[in-house]
């Protein structure tokens, strides 16, 4: 009889413990796997979307807020390229022609408006016009009426939490990685 | 009454073995919600650029600010602080103070020629 009731009181004391590491174990499940999900980076982005507008010869660049921004107004010519840099806070206003590419720039983002079709290929980068491919980004390679830029990137969405989002560096341009 | 004595010594092992997991767990959720390098990256590409250096050692704050703006995502916020290590003085603040984010720091030793060391004192934190 005395082993008896030294077996039940054992084994009720045990369960409980047993029951209650199991229920915290199984609490705690849920907050590593969202943990090591959150980990990875699903995908990069600009942290800032700039858009240029054209109204009857100037061109208005714009920014979620006010920010330094660099404009680079290209200007295809006979004998060449021709380019002035303009350096400012957004919303910064600039003349430009029509047949004038406009290329804004912040750190971290570009916003172009094409122009007339260019000779050969350029390089623009937000100093100006370079010769070659600069060490950082970003930048826009122009050639003929078509241009790309580097990196291809879409801007990140206009509410990222920091919480979720991670500033990297992607082909050499400052980007946002968003977790998954 | 020796059962209920090692069922007794089986759950104090059960508890302090929960107590250590407990601990891993909680360290891995708080490093998953901190990112270190977020100020470092940020603090670093915009020094490459010099438009920091020279809006800090002109003493522009609204200049400070937009080059930081033009940087980081419109949602984020920032905090940055600027010391002279001569003074040992706070010479220029701007941003939001009440982020916790970690703070990257840097030392600047002049400007244009000229010897005037500032420590740069840099954070990215959402909404303080």
Redesign the interface.
């Known amino acids: 009889m005395?082993?008896s009731v030294?077996?039940l009181?054992?084994?009720v004391?045990?369960s409980?413990?047993?029951s209650?590491?199991l229920a915290?174990?199984a609490g705690?499940l849920e907050?590593?796997t969202?943990?090591?999900t959150?980990?990875g980076l699903v995908r990069a982005a600009l942290?800032?979307s700039i858009e240029v507008e054209s109204l009857n010869g100037r061109c208005v660049v714009r920014?979620?807020?006010?920010?330094?921004?660099s404009v680079v107004v290209v200007s295809p010519r006979k004998s060449g390229l021709e380019y002035r840099v303009v350096r400012g806070?957004a919303p910064l206003e600039v003349a430009a022609a029509e047949r004038d590419w406009v290329v804004a720039f912040?750190?971290?983002s570009v916003a172009v408006r094409p122009g007339a079709p260019v000779r050969g290929r350029a390089v623009v980068t937000m100093y100006g016009v370079a010769r070659a491919e600069p060490e950082?980004g970003p930048y826009v390679v122009i050639g003929g009426s078509g241009y790309r830029v580097v990196p291809d990137l879409r801007p990140?969405a206009?509410?990222?939490?920091?919480?979720s989002?991670?500033?990297?560096?992607r082909n050499s341009t400052?980007a946002?990685g968003v977790r998954g | 009454m020796n059962f209920t004595l090692d069922a007794c010594v089986a759950a104090l092992i059960l508890a302090v073995a929960l107590a250590y997991f407990a601990d891993s767990v909680a360290g891995a959720a708080w490093g998953a919600r901190e990112h270190y390098d977020d100020s470092l990256v940020v603090l670093g590409r915009l020094l490459r650029h010099y438009d920091l250096q020279r809006a800090v050692y002109s003493n522009n704050s609204a200049l400070v600010e937009a080059v930081i703006r033009a940087a980081m995502h419109p949602s984020h916020e920032y905090y940055l602080a600027v010391v002279d290590l001569e003074s040992e003085a706070v010479v220029l603040e701007c941003g939001s103070s009440r982020l916790s984010s970690h703070l990257a720091s840097v030392t600047l030793p002049g400007w244009n020629g000229t010897l005037r060391p500032l420590v740069i004192c840099f954070r990215v934190g959402g909404g303080g």
């Open positions: 005395e082993y030294d077996a009181a054992s084994l004391v045990f409980l413990a047993l209650a590491a915290a174990l705690s907050v590593v969202s943990a090591s959150r980990r942290p800032i920014a979620p807020r006010r920010c330094l921004v806070l912040t750190y971290a950082l990140a206009s509410a990222a939490a920091p919480e989002s991670a500033y990297l560096i400052l946002l």
